[in-house]
């Protein structure tokens, strides 16, 4: 009955939370960035259109007249809805089933085929989500040419739909996901006693990883593919785009108010959110606990002596153990080199600003010898401008070049920012609140897993960064606050799963220990916490740098750009403030039509070396944050000798003679 309790509760956090997210917009209309009487005025219009029946209605154009409509609430659950969210599920089940096969082949293969599969699928997961969509379609128009069958339908018009090609495209990056997530489970449970005891009785490897293997795998697989679902939902809103299907997305641009939009994200939050409470409550899960023992222990923050004590340590260093950087110059490759890749190519962008002012050229009209137009923009590559030209005739080239800078420092920025936020909140989270607050805490992260974070940040974006007339506000103050919201927007996650990290290294008996004889929050954070947080500190700063940058790209097609854009009264683009990478991606619809890749290969080639780059960064930190921690365990038969002959000698001193 708690357990119920629990979950109506969460239910209820969660509606609430999707209501103030969708007043949000409210709050940054006009000339004030936080304009509080509209926002309570817009919560007050959607808690009365929830608690009216008869107001649960959707705005959309129709095509024909151009004029809105209004669409009852049951007619987008039984149309558009029930177009959009089969294609979500069949991929789910189609990435689920084709990883965990993949993931078996893997782990019974050896040698060069399972290295192979394994860089294989890095390279594919350092691909935006959106480019898979381009390489099936240029996949089927080979096959198209060479037979004269068309494979698959590539968009939705009119009352046809397309099922197959969304949901290939869109199971790609989640079943790279599930497999390297099933990969690692699986190599981690082979590690465990009853595997080798298994193994011992005569078993073979196939039978120990199906029969015994499998079952803990699957039950830790389902609790980590939240996040896996959390991406995934925010690809279909690309993927929605892209095959022209109006689904969720479409009808969330046609009714962009306040009401609208709690009734869209609450379409999406509420099935996920009843699939996982069931599961969990079968599943009998147990919530993460701190150890008993902070309850009772008010930890003093700071000790004069242990800040000297770290001071002296800190000065004193051999100075033997720090080699040169050359001499391991061959174990740090995987570091080097991508480092010198990312860093080349901000420093390129930063020296073409410095020499150039940022200067893009742009050519409308190429003519011939005797003066006659022999190309208009947008131009392919050629001599003069080696990527082309985008639409409008400015250089691809230079673009790229002016909006590197924007794109690196601002994913680091982001990053840093959600990883710094968390590891506060982590610890107020780990030390300072109690049960009841904690699971408030993971009831808001687990309910943000089932929102797509693209449509939460388009919604908070929209009303700062796309003007009509004149700006409100300054280009780096529209930065910094698209900065605090797509940092702000994951803080629940972040924060709850630090703070549960910590929880894990706060049960550790040494960690007990050293409080027991008076260790102070800094030395316990510093000595005990910090040096098993750090590799996941890493991946998950890097991880979130990959997030950031598959972020900017949905933002670029939905026509979000850093520093913002200008509507127009005359067409549909929007006019960028600055020249920026997701800016170049905004024309991927008309490229997926036209078939100009050339027009969105460069930006999206850019794109998967930094996120490749950035992943592999991640590896090398990991493994090298690793590496002291195994060499203790060499040595501990030779300190548990050493500690029982000196146990022995005050005991009994015979038994110390024949010990030596």
Not at 2 to 18: D, E, S
Not at 249 to 276: C, N, T
Request: charged fraction near 15%; aromatic fraction near 14%; proline fraction near 4%.
């Amino acid at each position: 009955m708690k357990k119920l309790l629990m979950v109506v509760l969460n239910l209820l956090f969660g509606f609430i939370g999707i209501v103030l997210i969708s007043s949000a917009p409210a709050l940054f209309k006009g000339a004030n960035f936080f304009d509080f009487h509209s926002y309570g005025a817009s919560l007050a219009e959607t808690f009365t259109a929830i608690a009216n029946p008869a107001e649960w209605v959707l705005t959309s154009d129709n095509l024909a007249t151009l004029e809105p409509v209004s669409i009852s609430f049951s007619q987008f659950l039984s149309g558009p809805y029930l177009y959009s969210m089969p294609i979500l599920l069949m991929s789910l089940v189609l990435s689920f089933i084709s990883a965990f096969l993949l993931a078996l082949f893997t782990l019974l293969s050896t040698g060069p085929i399972k290295r192979m599969l394994l860089r294989f699928s890095k390279i594919l997961q350092s691909f935006p989500d959106f480019s898979y969509v381009f390489l099936i379609q240029i996949i089927v128009l080979y096959f198209f040419a060479k037979i004269g069958f068309l494979l698959l339908n590539f968009y939705s018009l009119g009352d046809e739909r397309v099922y197959l090609a969304p949901v290939l495209c869109l199971s790609v990056l989640p079943t790279l996901l599930f497999y390297k997530l099933f990969v690692t489970l699986y190599e981690e449970e082979e590690k465990q006693l009853y595997v080798e005891l298994a193994r011992s009785k005569g078993l073979s490897r196939l039978e120990t990883i199906w029969k015994h293997c499998t079952p803990n795998v699957l039950k830790s697989v389902f609790y980590q593919s939240k996040s896996i679902v959390w991406l995934t939902l925010s690809s279909l809103v690309i993927i929605e785009y892209l095959f022209g299907i109006d689904g969720i997305l479409y009808y969330l641009q046609s009714d962009f108010s306040s009401k609208g939009i709690a009734f869209i994200l609450l379409a999406v939050f509420i099935p996920f959110f009843f699939m996982y409470a069931v599961v969990e409550l079968l599943l009998k899960k147990g919530a993460i606990e701190r150890n008993a023992l902070f309850e009772k222990f008010n930890l003093h923050w700071f000790d004069s002596q242990e800040i000297q004590s770290s001071s002296r340590q800190f000065f004193t260093k051999d100075k033997k153990k720090s080699q040169p950087i050359a001499l391991h110059l061959k174990n740090r490759l995987n570091l080097i080199i991508p480092s010198a890749v990312v860093l080349g190519l901000l420093l390129a962008s930063l020296l073409y600003a410095a020499f150039t002012g940022d200067h893009v050229e742009q050519v409308n009209y190429i003519y011939n010898e005797e003066g006659g137009i022999e190309s208009s923009a947008p131009h392919p590559p050629s001599s003069f401008a080696i990527f082309g030209t985008d639409p409008y005739g400015y250089s691809i080239a230079q673009q790229l070049l002016v909006g590197l800078k924007y794109t690196i420092v601002l994913s680091l920025v982001i990053a840093t920012l959600r990883i710094f936020l968390g590891y506060v909140f982590g610890i107020l989270y780990a030390f300072f609140l109690n049960t009841k607050a904690r699971s408030l805490v993971n009831s808001l992260a687990d309910g943000m897993h089932f929102l797509p974070l693209t449509l939460l940040v388009f919604i908070l974006l929209v009303p700062v960064l796309i003007s009509s007339g004149e700006w409100h506000s300054t280009l780096w103050e529209r930065i910094t606050f698209q900065i605090l919201i797509m940092s702000a927007v994951v803080l629940p996650i972040t924060a709850s799963a630090i703070g549960n990290e910590m929880n894990e290294s706060l049960k550790k008996e040494f960690v007990v220990s050293s409080v027991l004889i008076g260790g102070s929050l800094s030395w316990i954070l510093a000595k005990h916490i910090q040096p098993q947080l750090w590799p996941k500190l890493v991946l998950m700063w890097v991880q979130h740098v990959v997030q950031v940058l598959q972020m900017f790209v949905h933002l670029g097609i939905l026509s979000i750009f850093v520093g913002g854009a200008f509507s127009q009264m005359d067409s549909p683009r929007l006019i960028p403030e600055i020249y920026e990478l997701s800016g170049m991606i905004a024309i991927s619809r008309e490229v997926f039509v036209t078939k100009q890749y050339w027009m969105i290969v460069p930006p999206f080639v850019i794109f998967m070396i930094l996120i490749y780059c950035f992943s592999t960064i991640a590896e090398h930190l990991i493994s090298q944050k690793e590496v002291p921690l195994k060499k203790p365990k060499s040595q501990k038969p030779q300190e548990n000798q050493s500690l029982a002959a000196s146990f022995t000698r005050v005991g009994n001193a015979k038994v110390s003679d024949d010990a030596n």
